[in-house]
């Protein structure tokens, strides 16, 4: 068995929330089959915050993504990579520490918990107008990881 990067995004006023019901809907369209692909195989999610600046949250996702399995925390070797991926994605060095969290918190595990991130204000009102919700108080989280497979 083996696992494979998985992303949703949820929107609604309670990530906890939002994301049981996104595990309900996904083992009803997908059985509950432990190993079927999708959010339902996490355990739950962590929220990390981000203080987004000027940075897309896709950005931040692809740098979080290019980090988990590195072994970045290494000593030696690694150090580099791991600047030259951050720097890559143009991620400025005051979210160095928070890219890093979010790619410890993929690797956990393919059952483990998934990170969240809040989108920035400016994709959220985008997003909410885009499915019809524009004026609610609604958040959306962009949250992603292994799914067992």
């Known amino acids: 068995m083996g696992a494979h990067d998985c992303g949703e995004y949820l929107m609604g006023a309670d990530l906890d ?8 809907d996904a083992e009803h369209e997908h ?19 981000v203080d987004y ?5 896709k950005r931040i996702r692809a740098a979080a ?3 988990s399995g590195t ?20 991620i400025p060095q005051r ?5 890093k969290a979010i790619a410890g918190q993929i690797d956990e595990s393919k059952f483990g ?3 969240a991130i809040r989108l920035p204000a400016r994709e959220e009102r985008e997003f909410k107008a885009r499915y ?7 958040r959306v989280w962009s949250v992603f990881g292994w799914a067992a497979s």
């Open 31 to 49: 059985g509950h089959d432990r190993y079927n692909g999708t959010i339902s195989t996490a355990t739950g999610v962590a929220l990390i915050e």
């Open 132 to 138: 019809g919700r524009k004026g609610t108080h609604d």
């Open 71 to 90: 072994g970045f925390d290494a000593p030696d070797g690694d150090a580099c990579r791991t600047e030259k991926i951050l720097r890559k994605n143009k």
């Open 17 to 24: 929330d939002q994301f049981r019901a996104a595990r309900r």
């Open 53 to 57: 600046g000027r940075i897309p949250s």
């Open 95 to 99: 979210l160095w520490k928070t890219i």
């Open 65 to 67: 993504w290019a980090l």
């Open 113 to 115: 918990y998934w990170p």
